[in-house]
């Protein structure tokens, strides 16, 4: 079964560095988008930085250059490194990605979310 599991989120001072990681585990083919998105409670999620199997990349207007992904296809782990974080950052960050299985089908995977917050 393909799982997606995240780490790293946790409490920082606003200026502060954060960095997420989500590791697919289980069988798979491929993976070919990978992302982060993040939420806060009673709105929809929406997309923080995205990032394709040959590494191009976008990010939300709020974010940029103040976040980085990156990925590591040998590990299959997709990590979002945070800098001058924000109070506006606090949400929860779910990750994401586009698997393709044994069968030859992509499917849409999520993490379990991950807590991100910035003290002021």
């Known amino acids: 079964q393909v799982q997606l599991v995240e780490s790293g989120g946790g409490l920082v001072q606003a200026g502060g560095p954060l960095m997420l990681s989500c590791a697919a585990s289980g069988t798979f083919f491929s993976i070919s988008r990978m992302a982060w998105y993040r939420q806060a409670p009673g709105k929809q999620r929406e997309l923080v930085a995205a990032i394709t199997s040959d590494g191009s990349t976008n990010y939300a207007d709020s974010v940029k250059g103040r976040f980085t992904i990156s990925r590591d296809k040998v590990k299959n782990t997709v990590y979002l490194q945070m800098n001058n974080l924000k109070p506006e950052d606090t949400l929860v960050y779910y990750c994401?990605?586009?698997?393709?299985?044994?069968?030859?089908?992509?499917?849409?995977?999520w993490g379990q979310g991950t807590q991100v917050t910035v003290s002021s």
């Open positions: 994401y990605a586009i698997i393709t299985t044994s069968s030859g089908h992509g499917f849409q995977y």
